[in-house]
């Protein structure tokens, strides 16, 4: 099993790297009243003369059955960024700790066991089969922020809070039968309760810990996926997601065959067998697809955020425990065309912008359109606090825990995102600073004219500086699966020669001080077919998805299988930057591409027909 080296590793510039600033920027905008209302609210220490005038809205608000539910996300988030800091800011974990010692308060208050922000009859009213919008959703992420305060920042205070929380759960649960738990897990969505507990369970080793994480498994789901029976389509994603991180995470703290074999087989069922759409999406008004039956789903619903975040966390087990690039990839193309693509985008900054320009910035899209004439909805810093919202902060703070694992002495490079490593191989120092390889072109001086490439490169290049202090070890440096040619490496600018397994290209050697490595992977325009639909297409370059500024379909025409036939790179190259645009030639109207994470308030279409070259 890899593990990984998420502690070691810390961003440098790029989009993630600007994704989790903006993100942190964002999270220390809101204000501690407003993070705590529901809580002390609950906790009778907010009297009903108080104003509700100035607290969050939306799903957040005093008014809602789910309030609280953003503190929990706020506190996991808030936690790992301080975590993977170059230099820990002590401010970010003195005002995070500041919450954690607020809801133990409102704990003391309560009784000293419930510490959550809605009314302790939801979750009986769940038990007895009344509905109530997810009252273990709710418990779950405050459960989870209190836990990851105690991982990442070192908050004991939060171990202690949430224990007694697991005391209140095991309380509730205590003499229920098997299927009076299973009828409650059925009607409501329970989150990743079953994983954290799992969590819980591995700190404490507490054996009411276990038995809760068994007792929030969703027998009735798990046994049609433990047998590969596809139970899947149109039931709704991010309630599943999550409970298959419980089976993923029990299967590593008991050893259980039974749990990877279901964690492998919902991956199958969701994935392998089902297909995605061209960003790696799979979902359609929040419920999965039928298997290959994209076409039929496309609408403005395509894609909850929730679901990118959380399956990519699915793929992050199931790379750790295979090693698999599979995986890998499919975490690297929604790290494009989802988290990015749905959260946290800015207008490119422009000397000629006027005030009448659209809106500059947007915070979270639930979902992301991928029907003809599509356009994102972008919701308020403070007026809708949705379940995406939520998992906005939390995706913008875990880039730094895919990039690099350890395998015994070797390390992988599973995530091409700029970053420094610090890590010891045999007891010694070692580094590793990875960032993009700016190609020949860019501040070129006058006298180096001849290296000067004058189109836009056709490859993505990666330069890895080493310092290995004399050790040997093999670094395994993923080779994507969207790679149009042969990869190469360079090392210390000799080509080097590498072996090729399980999708990683291996480079074994005794590592001195400042080696370089320089690996390419040619890359080409590609157009990715519906599977129920072989004429309608998306384009990808590399691992990221395009779209078409159009407001409706329109018929393109060419080679399907050669779209660099009829498109042509456009706009691209600004000051010493080369832009990533394409548009089409030769058809009736012409249409510009971007990425899609680039794209903001403009209506735009992803797939299109595409014909036969026609004379224009």
Same mark, same amino acid.
């Given at each position: *099993? ?80 301080? #975590? ?10 003195? @005002? ?23 009314? =302790? ?44 929380? %697991? ?26 309760? *079953? ?54 995470? %029990? ?6 065959? @039974? ?56 793929? @992050? ?67 809708? #606090?949705? !379940?995406?919202? !939520? ?81 040997? #070890? ?24 590498? =072996?090729?397994?399980?999708?990683? %290209? ?111």
């Amino acid at each position: *099993m890899l593990h990984t080296l998420e502690g070691n590793t810390k961003l440098r510039y790029s989009i993630a790297a600007d994704r989790q600033y903006r993100n942190l920027r964002y999270m220390q905008s809101l204000k501690d009243d407003h993070l705590l209302f529901p809580f002390r609210f609950e906790a009778g220490l907010i009297g009903i003369s108080e104003k509700f005038t100035d607290v969050h809205w939306g799903w957040d608000s005093p008014f809602s059955q789910i309030r609280g539910t953003f503190t929990g996300h706020w506190l996991s988030a808030m936690a790992k960024i301080y #975590f993977s800091q170059e230099k820990p800011d002590l401010r970010l974990k003195a @005002r995070a700790d500041f919450i954690v010692s607020e809801i133990a308060h409102c704990q003391k208050e309560n009784g000293g066991k419930w510490a959550f922000p809605i009314p =302790e009859k939801y979750l009986h009213w769940i038990k007895t089969g009344k509905r109530v919008w997810a009252p273990h959703y709710v418990c779950h992420k405050v459960m989870m922020g209190l836990l990851d305060m105690h991982l990442y920042a070192r908050n004991d205070q939060a171990l202690e809070v949430v224990k007694h929380c %697991a005391d209140w759960f095991y309380d509730f649960t205590n003499g229920m039968t098997r299927e009076a738990l299973d009828d409650m897990l059925e009607i409501e969505e329970t989150g990743g309760i *079953m994983e954290f507990w799992a969590d819980l369970y591995a700190i404490t080793k507490d054996p009411n810990h276990l038995e809760l994480m068994r007792r929030y498994e969703r027998h009735r789901l798990f046994e049609p996926i433990f047998n590969g029976i596809d139970v899947l389509s149109n039931l709704h994603a991010n309630t599943t997601v999550p409970e298959v991180h419980g089976a993923a995470r %029990a299967y590593e703290v008991t050893g259980e065959e @039974r749990y990877r074999t279901i964690t492998e087989n919902y991956w199958k069922l969701a994935v392998d067998d089902r297909g995605t759409f061209v960003t790696g999406g799979q979902t359609s008004g929040e419920v999965w697809t039928p298997p290959g039956k994209q076409a039929s789903r496309l609408n403005d619903r395509n894609q909850e955020h929730c679901v990118v975040y959380n399956m990519m966390r699915l793929s @992050r087990y199931l790379y750790r425990w295979t090693g698999h690039t599979k995986y890998a990839d499919y975490y690297e193309r929604n790290l494009y065309n989802g988290i990015f693509a749905q959260g946290y985008w800015e207008k490119p900054w422009d000397m000629m912008a006027n005030e009448d320009s659209p809106a500059p910035q947007g915070l979270i899209t639930y979902y992301l359109p991928l029907w003809a004439g599509g356009q994102k909805l972008w919701g308020s810093k403070t007026e809708h #606090f949705w !379940c995406c919202h !939520c998992s906005l902060v939390q995706a913008n703070a875990f880039f730094h825990e895919s990039i690099f694992f350890r395998d015994g002495g070797d390390i992988h490079v599973a995530q091409y995102i700029p970053a420094n490593l610090a890590t010891q191989v045999n007891g010694k120092e070692i580094t590793i600073t990875m960032e993009p390889d700016p190609q020949a072109g860019e501040n070129i001086r006058i006298h180096e004219i001849d290296r000067k490439i004058l189109s836009r490169p056709s490859s993505d290049r990666h330069k890895l500086t080493v310092n290995g202090g004399g050790e040997s #070890f093999t670094l395994k440096l993923r080779i994507p699966q969207w790679v149009a040619d042969e990869t190469t490496v360079e090392i210390n600018g000799q080509a080097a020669s590498y =072996e090729t397994v399980g999708g990683h %290209a291996l480079l074994s050697r005794t590592w001195g001080e400042n080696d370089l490595v320089i690996i390419t992977f040619p890359k080409k325009l590609t157009a990715h077919p519906l599977p129920d639909l072989p004429n309608h297409v998306a384009f990808t370059w590399g691992p990221v998805a395009y779209a078409g500024l159009t407001d409706k379909e329109r018929t393109l025409y060419g080679d399907i299988q050669n779209p660099e036939s009829f498109m042509i790179p456009d706009n691209e190259r600004l000051w010493s930057m080369w832009l990533p645009g394409w548009r089409t030639v030769k058809q009736p109207t012409n249409i510009r591409f971007v990425p899609i994470y680039e794209i903001g308030y403009e209506k735009y279409t992803v797939y299109f027909p595409v014909e036969i070259q026609k004379t224009v």
